[in-house]
């Protein structure tokens, strides 16, 4: 499984940005996606998921209500609209995939996303 992500970028805090993860390669293989991010001098932290058979979505106490998580099956995307943007939300974010039943085993190189206050 390859993923790409892309979509980060600098915002005022308050704006909104859409990340983007392309998958390819053994799709077929994956149970779930999701995003983690990593702040400056900090490790990295689980953000979001979506679970593939279900539809079902997981998030992180700190965006619920202003991320959505969210996939097409045509073109093998996920995304995470992220509204309401703070300064403690500047990361760089990551998507990965899962393939096994409890382990995220694949990772995409990471997008960059710095809210200015």
């Known amino acids: 499984v390859q993923l790409q992500a892309s979509g980060g970028g600098l915002v005022q805090a308050g704006g909104s940005l859409r990340l983007s993860c392309a998958a390819s390669?053994?799709?077929?293989?994956?149970?779930?996606m999701a995003w983690f991010r990593q702040a400056p001098g900090k490790g990295r932290a689980f953000v979001a998921a979506i679970y593939w058979s279900s539809g079902n979505t997981d998030y992180t106490d700190s965006v619920k209500g202003r991320f959505t998580i969210s996939r097409d099956n045509r073109q093998n995307m996920v995304y995470l609209q992220m509204n309401s943007l703070k300064p403690e939300d500047t990361a760089v974010y990551y998507c990965?995939?899962?393939?096994?039943?409890?382990?995220?085993?694949?990772w995409g190189q990471g997008t960059l996303v710095t809210v200015s206050s």
């Open positions: 390669g053994s799709i077929f293989a994956i149970n779930a």
């Open positions: 990965a995939a899962r393939t096994s039943p409890v382990n995220y085993d694949y």
